[in-house]
Nanobody, 122 residues
Framework: QVQLVESGGGLVQAGGSLRLSCAAS????????MGWFRQAPGKEREFVAA????????YYADSVKGRFTISRDNAKNTVYLQMNSLKPEDTARYYC???????????????WGQGTPVTVSS
C-alpha cells in the first residue's frame, strides 16, 4: 500500500510557475514508477508526465514538453512537477500516481493521491 499526498497547487497568472510535490508513504517509494495526470472540469483525465523508478527516464505529454519537468527524490519519498510558462489551458486538478512501471495510461497506475488544484488566469 502506498499513500500519496499532493501539494503546491494554487492560482497563478499565465506565464508563471508552480512546483507540485507528491509525498509518498507506505511501501518502498523507489519500487514504483511515478506519474502526474490532470483532469479539467468536464474533461477526461490526461497524462502529463512520468518518471521511472530510478529517475533515469522521463516522458511528457506533447502539450507540456519543454515547459514541465518531472523529477523525484527517492531519499525523500517525493516526486515533483515543475511547471513553467503556465497557460490557462493547464488549469486542472493534478494527481500523482504510483505504478509498477512507467506508463502514459492512467489505468496502469495502482495508487493515486487526492489531487491538488491548479488555476492559471489569463
Amino acid at each position: 500500500q502506498v499513500q500519496l499526498v499532493e501539494s503546491g497547487g494554487g492560482l497563478v497568472q499565465a506565464g508563471g510557475s508552480l512546483r507540485l510535490s507528491c509525498a509518498a508513504s507506505g511501501r518502498t517509494f523507489s519500487s514504483y514508477a511515478m506519474g502526474w495526470f490532470r483532469q479539467a472540469p468536464g474533461k477526461e483525465r490526461e497524462f502529463v508526465a512520468a518518471i521511472k523508478r530510478s529517475g533515469g527516464n522521463t516522458y511528457y505529454a506533447d502539450s507540456v514538453k519543454g515547459r514541465f519537468t518531472i523529477s523525484r527524490d527517492n531519499a525523500k519519498n517525493t516526486v515533483y512537477l515543475q511547471m513553467n510558462s503556465l497557460k490557462p489551458e493547464d488549469t486542472a486538478r493534478y494527481y500523482c500516481a504510483a505504478g509498477p512501471s512507467i506508463s502514459v495510461g492512467w489505468s496502469d497506475y495502482n495508487y493515486w493521491g487526492q489531487g491538488t488544484p491548479v488555476t492559471v488566469s489569463s
